[in-house]
């Protein structure tokens, strides 16, 4: 059980956010090493990363450069800050996964709002796809989420729908490829409930990993580094199984 307090999700939680951040550096430049020499090994194939709200391809450096320590190739997604995808970027997007696919099916990890963007694109185009990640994506609803989808139809009016509840319901429906979403009690800006993939969908495709880490740090946070190592691991397992 995690000592560490739960965090209501929203402006008073970025206050934690700001506390977690700089800690979870501090442990990244002390573990990373021997965190690389424990994990599974890749098996060199493409994995793209997509960044969460507000953020770009920079963010997610450290966690594509742990993830090439391991034997994997990488990429980011090309498409600048994340303000919210609109239909043009769907399809540089898409764009951008078939070409990367063109020697074989890709892992997509997605941080965030970066998640409800990789569960799409695997959803229209599963040939594509192998499996994918989730890091603090909203998937369950959108609780906690409603100051966030307010400065989302702000900063970009044009973007697609998945912040409505339409797209909210949409986005919930399993996928058809292994699937890990990994969630945090103690997550800042989106509720840790939500980010979990609905019990009735769990199973062999479907599973919930629990970190202790802040929204804002999970893309440098050890131990969510180690939950995505060993989740590319059982997902290879499991397709080939």
Same mark, same amino acid.
């Given at each position: ?13 970025? $206050? ?9 550096? %501090? ?33 997610? $450096?450290?966690? #594509?450069?742990?993830? @090439? ?7 980011? =997604? ?14 540089? $997007? ?18 965030? $709002? ?7 694109? %695997?959803?229209?185009?599963? @040939? ?11 998937? #369950? ?9 307010? =400065? ?5 009016? @044009? ?9 909210? @319901?949409?986005? %919930? +429906? ?8 990994? =969630? ?20 062999? =495709? %479907? +599973? ?21 190592? +060993? ?11």
């Amino acid at each position: 059980m995690s000592l560490l307090p739960s965090w209501r999700p929203g402006p008073v939680g970025l $206050l934690w956010e700001l506390v977690g951040m700089p800690v979870a550096f %501090a442990k990244l430049a002390a573990g990373l090493d021997h965190l690389a020499r424990e994990s599974p090994r890749g098996d060199g194939h493409m994995v793209l990363v997509l960044p969460g709200f507000t953020a770009t391809d920079h963010t997610t $450096l450290p966690m #594509r450069h742990f993830l @090439e320590e391991l034997g994997y190739r990488t990429s980011g =997604w090309n498409l600048g800050w994340n303000l919210g995808i609109t239909a043009g970027d769907e399809e540089k $997007l898409e764009a951008h996964i078939a070409e990367l696919a063109a020697d074989g099916p890709i892992t997509l990890v997605g941080w965030s $709002l970066g998640g409800v963007y990789a569960r799409e694109a %695997a959803r229209r185009h599963p @040939e594509h796809v192998r499996d994918v990640v989730t890091m603090g994506t909203p998937i #369950r609803g959108r609780e906690g989420t409603e100051w966030i989808v307010r =400065w989302f139809r702000l900063l970009n009016p @044009e973007a697609a729908d998945d912040l409505t509840p339409e797209g909210a @319901e949409r986005h %919930a +429906q399993p996928l058809t490829m292994p699937m890990t979403a990994i =969630w945090s009690p103690i997550d800042g800006v989106v509720s840790g409930p939500a980010c979990r993939v609905r019990e009735e969908d769990e199973g062999p =495709w %479907a +599973q919930n990993v629990r970190v202790d880490s802040a929204h804002l740090a999970m893309g440098f946070n050890l131990d969510v580094l180690r939950a995505l190592a +060993q989740a590319l691991a059982e997902h290879r397992a499991a397709a080939a199984a």
